[in-house]
């Protein structure tokens, strides 16, 4: 069941150069195989399969594993063909959305086991709170990986130039 759904703007007013598509999906490839470059929390991880064919057409597959601290999540990811991206144990999935040329937006998703996340009546105050610092969480993280992937793209190209 969906918990939590938003998007980030990823062209920008302001921003050096021009991000594509391609770029920005080799980001989330990135993501996939590298967390912890994204993410400061990810002290380690690892592919711990070769890539595979995935469930959907044109996607690959594989399993890793990821460290925060000593604590150890095993995983398998999904990489589309159109640079969509799923995280089979994390619940959670992003994939890249460019509703006019040139406008880039990341759609970021999170699955719950919950049969059906309650609505707000069904739940307690303090289960509100909880689901709703999770959400804001997950926006944060999230915000903070597009911006490390602007700024790696940014890098490159500025790179190429000199």
Not at 1 to 12: D, N, S, W
Not at 25 to 38: N, T, W, Y
């Amino acid at each position: 069941m969906k918990f939590h759904e938003h998007i980030i703007r990823v062209t920008v007013p302001g921003l050096p150069c021009e991000v594509t598509r391609e770029e920005l999906s080799g980001e989330l490839a990135d993501f996939a195989h590298r967390p912890e470059h994204f993410l400061e929390e990810v002290t380690k991880s690892e592919v711990v399969s070769p890539e595979r064919r995935g469930s959907e057409p044109g996607s690959i597959a594989f399993e890793r594993n990821i460290y925060f601290g000593h604590l150890v999540f095993h995983e398998t990811v999904q990489i589309g063909a159109d640079g969509s991206y799923r995280s089979h144990a994390a619940g959670s999935g992003e994939r890249i959305e460019e509703p006019e040329p040139g406008q880039l937006f990341i759609r970021f998703i999170y699955f719950e086991d919950r049969p059906e996340v309650p609505t707000a009546i069904e739940m307690n105050s303090r289960e509100q709170q909880v689901d709703y610092l999770r959400r804001l969480a997950y926006e944060s993280k999230d915000q903070s990986i597009v911006a490390q992937m602007l700024t790696d793209i940014v890098e490159r190209k500025m790179a190429l130039k000199n």
